[in-house]
């Protein structure tokens, strides 16, 4: 079935098609080849919302998918330029009825965006390099002065992120020597039966204070269950509106985490019932657009994921737009802090970062009086 959702990517093809390939002066089936390449972009994307059950695209083999996502990028990439370009061919047609250069101008935005892709999906498929952050918390015990909290979020295994990178995520993270280790969602895009092995090095990740998560919302497009029992054998655990205290002599600190909004079951309030007073609270919640209403709850910081960054300049600020203001890096939240982490990776369909780099996070909490 066709879904309305793909009419965007359609037509964000068809604008390249004839903004990019048709001014070019080159041979007719050039074009016609180039134009080819430009609605490849597409096939993934309309194999996920076009097929029959039993095909998942997220089962590609990897090189394919990574071609096919590099080209989907390549797609919006060259849209974005193309907007410029075409503004500047609008200024020189009307506004200052002089002669423009559609073929050279096609051509710049051609190779420019080929060029940008291939830089932006090496930046969007390496491994991420550690970010680290000393973060002051009001009422922090002393004996938690300097503890270490690794984040990982958004590691999408999928068709372009596999075992490979999940190992090497899982040794950069250990390598760090982190007290706990926080995962605030999307692990994964696909079904158990065939992305388990990729995510079985999460095993592997050590930390004093264990392992602690909440679901993203992609957990919940495939086996939502079936993923926790998976996750949970993996010795993660996950926060559904609960939270832990964890205990240094009589320092304590408590871990509280939200489900994802997907699932209908979000409830800050509730993960904080019966939590010790004065102590401090960090949050997971996936997505950072509930600080506001999180903020008044007493809460010292909040660590989210989910915008990824941005990824690309102009996507940046849409993302920001659809997420109440929030879309990278710290920010004072009515006297809440609130770290948005651009993700240890992304959703596979769309694997490019300029100007957005993933990182693995590492916070040293100091005490503040
Ligand atoms: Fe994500």
């Not at 370009?85 to 051509?107: E, G, Q, T």
């Not at 080929?114 to 002051?136: I, R």
């Not at 990982?152 to 950069?172: A, C, M, P, T, W």
Request: hydrophobic fraction near 45%; include cysteine; charge should be positive.
């Amino acid at each position: 079935m066709f879904n309305p959702f793909m009419l965007v990517p359609c037509l964000i093809c068809l604008y390249d098609v004839l903004s990019m390939i048709i001014p070019l002066r080159i041979p007719a089936w050039a074009k016609l080849l180039l134009s080819l390449l430009i609605v490849s972009g597409i096939a993934k994307m309309l194999l996920l919302r076009m097929t029959p059950a039993g095909f998942d695209v997220y089962e590609l083999p990897r090189n394919l998918a990574l071609i096919l996502s590099a080209m989907f990028s390549f797609m919006i990439a060259a849209a974005i330029m193309l907007i410029v370009k075409d503004i500047l061919f609008i200024v020189c047609k009307i506004f200052m009825r002089s002669n423009f250069p559609a073929h050279y101008a096609s051509l710049t935005v051609l190779i420019i965006a080929a060029l940008t892709t291939v830089y932006g999906v090496y930046q969007g498929t390496k491994v991420p390099d550690v970010v680290t952050h000393e973060v002051k918390i009001k009422g922090l015990g002393k004996n938690f002065d300097g503890l270490k909290i690794a984040m990982l979020v958004d590691i999408h295994v999928g068709s372009v992120n596999r075992r490979d990178f999940v190992q090497e995520v899982v040794k950069k993270t250990n390598a760090l020597n982190p007290d706990l280790i926080l995962i605030p969602g999307d692990f994964v895009d696909g079904q158990v039966i065939s992305k388990r092995n990729d995510l079985e090095p999460l095993t592997q990740l050590r930390s004093k204070f264990g392992v602690l998560a909440v679901t993203g919302n992609h957990e919940y497009y495939y086996d939502l269950n079936g993923w926790l029992k998976t996750l949970s054998g993996f010795g993660i655990r996950f926060l559904e509106n609960e939270h832990v205290t964890i205990s240094s002599g009589d320092s304590q600190l408590v871990i509280a985490g939200v489900p994802d909004p997907t699932g209908g079951n979000h409830n800050t309030p509730k993960a904080l019932e019966n939590s010790p007073v004065n102590v401090p609270v960090i949050l997971m919640d996936h997505q950072p657009r509930f600080a506001s209403e999180n903020s008044k709850l007493g809460i010292a910081l909040q660590i989210s994921g989910h915008t990824h960054g941005g990824q690309f300049p102009v996507i940046s600020q849409l993302v920001q737009r659809f997420n109440r203001g929030f879309v990278r890096g710290w920010y004072d939240v009515d006297g809440m802090k609130l770290y948005v982490s651009p993700g240890t990776s992304q959703w596979d369909g769309f694997p490019m970062r300029v100007a957005d780099p993933s990182e693995i996070t590492l916070f040293v909490l100091r005490s503040a009086k």
